[in-house]
């Protein structure tokens, strides 16, 4: 599944300054049902967006006017806990492109990376230099440049760079997943399996 080509992005951020999200969380047990990418996004922290009756809960950050932006900001240890997949669905279809943390589980980042949504580790002291900016301003701006392998807080010029596997990087900017860059290669895979002896 094809999905937007990542190169950069320049957003507003909203924060979400709170250590170990894990999945079920970011993504309740009871929504992980459908096997379509599609929807997820509605039921993206559910538990913490909604009351039982279904009603917003004013105090969170995703019910709040004053944040907006295809940035995620999240505290340490982003996405523990469950390797479902879902969890990663629900970030890109409620339409953050990317999400920046000063530590990433393993599973979770690599699903992340596998839709089209760019995991940024940081050092502790440029997230929380984050987390102060938007405090400050909420219509902070921060620049993520995938080529560079760097995020700069933009009102201050501040930058710090950021580690990607190469492939995955490649992937994310020609928008493939792993299906894609096979099929993108296939002229290759055929004149190799026919110069190959069996």
Aim: charged fraction near 25%; aromatic fraction near 12%.
């Amino acid at each position: 599944m094809a999905y937007d080509k990542f190169n950069i992005l320049t957003s507003t951020a909203v924060p979400l300054p709170i250590e170990n999200v894990d999945t079920d969380q970011i993504i309740p047990a009871r929504f992980l049902k459908a096997t379509e990418r599609k929807g997820f996004g509605d039921n993206l922290f559910r538990d913490w967006r909604y009351n039982q009756d279904n009603s917003p809960k004013k105090d969170f950050v995703l019910n709040d006017p004053t944040y907006s932006g295809k940035i995620l900001v999240g505290g340490k240890n982003f996405g523990s806990g469950s390797s479902r997949e879902h969890a990663a669905w629900a970030v890109y279809d409620y339409g953050f492109r990317c999400v920046v943390s000063s530590f990433f589980a393993d599973i979770f980042r690599n699903n992340c990376l596998n839709i089209g949504v760019l995991p940024v580790q940081v050092s502790a002291a440029f997230l929380q230099k984050i987390f102060d900016a938007i405090e400050a301003d909420p219509k902070t701006h921060l620049e993520i440049s995938l080529p560079e392998q760097k995020i700069t807080l933009l009102t201050t010029g501040e930058s710090e760079s950021f580690e990607i596997n190469g492939y995955k990087k490649n992937n994310m900017m020609n928008g493939f997943d792993d299906i894609d860059y096979l099929l993108n290669i296939k002229k290759d895979i055929e004149t190799f399996a026919a110069n190959t002896p069996l």
